[in-house]
């Protein structure tokens, strides 16, 4: 099975309505790959998740998070990363990194114009559909 690391607006989007996002996120909950995530990344989509601009409901939010913790191999970044112009795209990578994934799977064009970082490829939504479908 894939390992991917789905960067935090993959998940926002999904709420939001995104078609790619939405089935990236029923992959996830059909066990299509293996979800790594850092405690970094976890604490970054719940505090966007709880941001006023979105106006997600208690009810969306808890949702996506049980299903994220319940899913996702969870490991911690040993390395520290300083490549991203974004400095909270960092952590992206790291996890990546200490995870062993496969594909970085984000809408992020900072991220998606490193193209692959130590040979993880970096992909868009749809890029990632076309090779797990």
């Keep these: 099975m894939k390992k991917i690391v789905v960067d ?3 998940f926002i989007s ?3 309505g995104s078609k790619s996002c939405q089935q990236i996120y029923e992959f996830l909950k059909e066990d299509k790959f293996q979800l790594v995530i850092s405690e970094n990344l976890v604490t970054e989509l719940k505090s966007t ?3 006023a601009k979105f106006e997600f409901t208690k009810e969306e939010i808890d949702e996506l998070i049980e299903h994220v913790l319940q899913k996702a191999q969870k490991v911690e970044s040993t390395v520290k990363i300083d490549i ?11 996890c990546a990194i200490a995870g ?3 594909f970085i799977v984000t809408g992020d064009e900072d991220l998606l114009t490193l193209k692959s970082f130590r040979k993880i490829p970096i992909i868009t939504p749809k890029k990632f559909l076309e090779i797990i479908s």
């Design 8 to 10: 935090t607006n993959i």
């Design 14 to 16: 999904a709420l939001l």
């Design 49 to 51: 998740l709880i941001l």
């Design 84 to 94: 991203c112009r974004d400095p909270k795209d960092n952590i992206i990578i790291e």
């Design 100 to 102: 062993k994934a496969d």
